[in-house]
């Protein structure tokens, strides 16, 4: 398995967020990169229909142009690991800005959701099942908001690559073109939001997208 593959989506608060409150959506959501291929037909329907919702998803923003605006600033740079960076971009200005999208702090928010994965313990791949303890422990989710957090995410990835992708030094660009970046997520998220509403509708109503 590719580097790439292992890092695809860091961006686990925007998962789990557009699922909505719908519990075995959220979970499907979260694992849905641990499941692959039609594997995901061995879950519960809803949960299958996070995996489904998880990956059309990930199919939209890698093909959104605002997304590939941000993507190009940081290409130069760190080439082929800008989209894995920009997604923990994204998450950090949905963590900062919490309160424009939720009623419920973000402390309490993730803190019920570790608790969601507690209680669904035994359908959680082994790999979420690996990482899990380390992610409630530092609460990484939380961690999103502050640009300290997103250092050590990064730092971690690097690491992961055997110190050559150079994520690590990657907050220089989010300081550099914070404006633009925070002004690129809003108007992307917007779309997503409304995307992601659109394909939950239709999953529900049986209108499944070809897998």
Same mark, same amino acid.
């Given at each position: 398995?590719?580097?790439?593959?292992?890092?695809?989506?860091?961006?686990?608060?925007?998962?789990?967020?557009?699922?909505?409150?719908?519990?075995?959506? =959220?979970?499907?959501?979260f694992m849905?990169?641990? *499941? $692959?291929?039609?594997?995901? %037909?061995? +879950? &519960? #329907?809803?949960?299958?229909?996070?995996?489904?919702?998880?990956?059309?998803?990930?199919?939209?923003?890698?093909?959104?142009?605002?997304?590939?605006?941000?993507?190009?600033?940081?290409?130069?740079?760190?080439?082929?690991?800008?989209?894995?960076?920009?997604?923990?971009?994204?998450?950090?200005?949905?963590?900062?800005?919490?309160?424009?999208?939720?009623?419920?702090?973000?402390?309490?928010?993730?803190e019920d959701?570790?608790?969601?994965?507690?209680?669904?313990?035994?359908?959680?791949?082994? =790999?979420?099942?690996?990482?899990?303890?380390?992610? *409630? $422990?530092?609460?990484?989710? %939380?961690? +999103? &908001? #502050?640009?300290?957090?997103?250092?050590?995410?990064?730092?971690?990835?690097?690491?992961?690559?055997?110190?050559?992708?150079?994520?690590?030094?990657?907050?220089?660009?989010?300081?550099?073109?914070?404006?633009?970046?925070?002004?690129?997520?809003?108007?992307?998220?917007?779309?997503l939001e409304?995307?992601?509403?659109?394909?939950?509708?239709?999953?529900?109503?049986?209108?499944?997208?070809?897998?």
């Amino acid at each position: 398995m590719s580097i790439l593959c292992i890092f695809r989506n860091m961006n686990y608060l925007a998962h789990i967020y557009l699922s909505g409150d719908n519990e075995l959506l =959220k979970i499907g959501n979260f694992m849905a990169d641990s *499941i $692959k291929g039609k594997k995901y %037909l061995q +879950y &519960a #329907e809803t949960i299958q229909n996070g995996i489904i919702l998880h990956r059309a998803i990930d199919y939209y923003t890698d093909t959104h142009p605002v997304v590939r605006q941000s993507i190009r600033k940081l290409f130069p740079t760190y080439g082929h690991y800008s989209g894995i960076i920009i997604d923990i971009f994204y998450d950090h200005f949905l963590a900062a800005n919490w309160k424009r999208f939720s009623t419920i702090p973000l402390k309490d928010y993730t803190e019920d959701f570790f608790k969601l994965l507690e209680s669904n313990y035994e359908v959680l791949p082994k =790999k979420v099942k690996a990482f899990m303890p380390f992610m *409630i $422990k530092d609460n990484w989710l %939380l961690s +999103y &908001a #502050e640009i300290e957090g997103i250092k050590r995410v990064l730092g971690g990835m690097n690491r992961r690559t055997g110190n050559k992708s150079g994520m690590d030094k990657a907050t220089k660009e989010l300081d550099l073109y914070y404006s633009d970046f925070e002004d690129e997520f809003f108007t992307f998220f917007e779309d997503l939001e409304d995307f992601s509403k659109k394909r939950i509708f239709e999953l529900e109503h049986k209108k499944k997208p070809e897998m």
